[in-house]
């Protein structure tokens, strides 16, 4: 083997044993197809050979493309001449699915005319995260080998199947530990019997009437704008209509359409943006990660109990501290309860909620917390009681104990600067629901040390989290930017627009909720009380909506009340619009002299995503988030933000900053609110003709 011939092959008796050396993961780089290539001749070229195995070297078969060829220029040969060369063998070749056959790596396997696969293995077609679908025949010879149904499952979610289950689908044939050898002997007997199934020539897959429309409405629902699920649907049914060379065309028409499309962009910045936000620049090269073996929590709340779960989900033991044996037996109670809801699902034993719940340890004293290598305070939202928790935690706690708090709006450094060690200081901001949502905001005070920030990233690695670092400001990234179009999400409803038409354009652009169902969810009343202490001071220049405060005032706290914004029935999760909001939100108007306009959906998607480019941009330029994509990963893992567009930096860079700009100068013109003022950044941007991508690179560089 070479750097440039990364397959290998060598006789073994009468079998050519064709391996896959391309560490890490064995991607099907030009060399890789150039080598399967070659290897096909080879055996082809030794009348002493009757058949080959393709196997992977280390812990992949093949684990897909090379992502490091994306958005560069093809080059020949591509994927399908490797495959149609192994399919089009005068020998018969199966495959040694060692490991992970994904993508690519499984249409290899596929154009094999047998496929043995070690127990632990798993095969999959995950290119519909990235916008994209199976393009070398995966659309094609998948349904007919496994069915139409399975097929399509595996292709519309991408997901990861295990051998055994791949087995019992029939997209393997056998699955043996020592799988190669197992291989070796099928080519053999493939080969006496001198023939062996061509997948391209088998017949058409068929299904019942109907079965397309279903699953395409399916899909439309919960795929929420995606583009990429319908394009394998189109693909797979093409497997069941069309013969396999015009399956084939199809295919490559459909795959085209999906590679050129900005959804497709959109999901490969995020998928390397997810990796991207975990490099942090600028820390000491010599710092690394603190060992964390135990941790502490304090408050069994909302949060404090998901993130106790995070934890244990991780085997990590876990102190939770709270202030009444009462309130501690309620949190744990409530953690247990989870568990045992999803063992009620199927997705946890009883033993294992048991083991999970055997790595709490519940305290009303703080001097238990001693040892631990972490500690994470969740207690009310208030300066004052995380002060006084921080000063005992100073007086308590070892030397190099991580003091984390999990605060949503409070400055970090003010609670760091009670304590004799603010390098040890951070913030570890979840998201509610704490063991489901993938976000972690890090946010760094003034002092906290490098090696802390690491300790915190390694961390929301460990509990399965996506972690972006941050600095501190009123919101940090998130939330800041979320409030700013919250807000004007309820100026529009004073001007002429109802919750309903709201949030539809927000979930038709693809988020999961609206801001009015989203505010419902959270409960009205959290809000409520940060306003009304507000009140004495806020300035009457600002623009203030009450129609919030007066559905709270009418006794509608949101979906706990069974309405707030919305009614929800029965306890259902669904908003209906609710006859009484609406009147309120149109007395409101005339309460204050406002002529109602109508607003289109497009002016509204406008205002909302403006405010999210120009908010992202101040946030940018004060150094709050490091890159925009941070914002854009923030706002994907922590919002559930569509990951087709990318992000809502990225996206602004896909719709032009300089349109961007200008809708924003123009409102800021016509209304004077601060939120419209335009950020410099964006105005430099735009002077520049730059993008956000662009500046950031140049500032990488
Ligand atoms: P919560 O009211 O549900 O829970 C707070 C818990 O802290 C209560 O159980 C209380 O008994 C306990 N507690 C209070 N003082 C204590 C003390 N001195 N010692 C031990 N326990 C004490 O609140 P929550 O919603 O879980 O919020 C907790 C923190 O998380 C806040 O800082 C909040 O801003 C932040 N946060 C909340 C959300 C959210 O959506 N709820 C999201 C992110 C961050």
Redo the contacts with the bound molecule.
């Keep these: 083997m070479t750097a440039d011939n990364p397959v290998r092959w060598e006789a073994d008796g009468d079998v050519l044993v064709i391996t896959i050396d391309n560490p890490p993961v064995n991607a099907l780089r030009l060399g890789v197809r150039v080598g399967i290539i070659a290897a096909i001749d080879a055996l082809e070229a030794d009348s002493s050979l009757v058949g080959a195995v393709m196997t992977g070297e280390g812990r992949a078969f093949i684990a897909g493309a090379d992502i490091t060829e994306f958005g560069k220029p093809p080059q020949d040969p591509n994927l399908n001449d490797a495959v149609y060369k192994i399919e089009g063998a005068s020998k018969p070749v199966v495959a040694a699915i060692n490991g992970v056959a994904l993508g690519g790596g499984l249409e290899v396997a596929l154009g094999c005319h047998a496929r043995v696969a070690h127990p632990k293995a798993r095969v999959g077609v995950p290119e519909v995260h990235l916008g994209l679908l199976p393009g070398a025949g995966g659309t094609q010879r998948l349904p007919r080998v496994a069915g139409v149904e399975a097929a399509l499952d595996m292709t519309i979610t991408g997901k990861h199947v295990p051998a055994p289950k791949a087995h019992a689908i029939g997209v393997v044939d056998a699955v043996a530990d020592d799988c190669v050898d197992v291989a070796k002997d099928k080519a053999r007997a493939l080969a006496a019997a001198g023939t062996w199934p061509v997948i391209a020539q088998m017949p058409n897959p068929s299904v019942p009437e109907g079965f397309f429309d279903a699953a395409r409405a399916q899909i439309e629902k919960k795929a929420r704008g995606q583009m990429s699920p319908i394009l394998c649907l189109e693909a797979v049914k093409a497997a069941v209509e069309l013969p396999f060379a015009e399956g084939m065309d199809r295919e490559r028409e459909l795959f085209v359409q999906g590679l050129t499309s900005d959804q497709s962009r959109g999901l490969i910045h995020a998928f390397f943006g997810e990796r991207e936000v975990s490099k942090i620049p600028g820390l000491d090269p010599e710092a690394k990660p603190r060992e964390v073996k135990t941790a502490a929590i ?9 993130i106790a779960m995070c934890f244990a989900n991780a085997g990590i033991p876990v102190t939770v ?4 044996q009462e ?1 501690l037996d ?2 744990l109670g409530v953690c247990r309860k989870n568990y045992e809801n999803t063992a009620k699902k199927g997705r946890l034993t009883m033993e294992q909620v048991e083991e999970r719940m055997a790595l709490f340890t519940g305290t ?1 004293d ?1 001097n238990d917390l001693a040892d631990v290598d972490i500690v994470i ?6 300066m004052d ?2 002060k ?2 921080f000063t005992k935690l100073d007086a308590v706690c070892k030397e190099g104990c991580v003091l984390a ?6 400055d970090i450094n003010q609670i760091a600067n009670v304590t004799k060690r603010p390098q040890e200081v951070i913030g570890m ?6 063991n489901v949502m993938r976000l972690l905001e890090n946010v760094r005070g003034d002092a906290t040390a490098d090696d802390v920030i690491l300790t915190a990233m390694n961390m929301g690695k460990r509990l399965g989290k996506v972690s972006v670092l941050v600095g501190v400001c009123d919101g940090f990234v998130g939330n800041r930017i979320l409030h700013e179009y919250i807000r004007w999400a309820s100026i529009l409803l004073e001007d002429g627009c109802l919750p309903e038409q709201i949030d539809k354009v927000w979930t038709d652009f693809g988020m999961p909720m609206g801001p009015f169902a989203m505010s419902d969810l ?2 009205l009343d ?1 809000g409520y009380r940060i306003r009304k202490e507000q009140e004495a001071t806020r300035s009457s220049n600002v623009r203030y909506v009450h129609i919030a405060d007066k559905v709270v005032e009418m006794g509608r706290l949101g979906q706990k009340t069974g309405g707030g914004f919305f009614d929800y029935i029965d306890g259902s999760r669904v908003p209906v619009p609710n006859a009484e909001v609406t009147a309120l939100v149109l007395s409101e108007s005339e309460r204050k002299g406002i002529e109602r306009q109508e607003f289109s959906d497009e002016e509204i998607l406008n205002a909302l995503t403006d405010l999210m480019t120009n908010e992202g941009a101040k946030v940018l330029e004060e150094g709050i988030a490091m890159r925009p994509v941070d914002v854009d990963i923030t706002y994907i893992f922590g919002y559930g933000y569509p990951a087709y567009r990318g992000g809502p930096m990225h996206r602004a860079d896909a719709v032009g900053l300089a349109e961007c700009l200008a809708r924003i100068k123009a409102r800021y013109e016509e209304t004077g609110d601060h939120s419209w003022k335009p950020a410099a950044l964006l105005e430099q941007l735009v002077a520049e003709g730059k993008t956000f991508a662009e500046w950031s690179s140049a500032r990488a560089a």
């Design positions: 304090i408050g069994a709340g909302t949060m404090g109990g998901g501290l709270e202030q009444t309130a309620k949190g009303t703080i305070e969740a207690v009310f939202e208030n009681v995380k006084d928790i708090t999990n605060t949503s709006t409070l901001h979840f998201f509610s629901p704490a959270a409960g959290v």
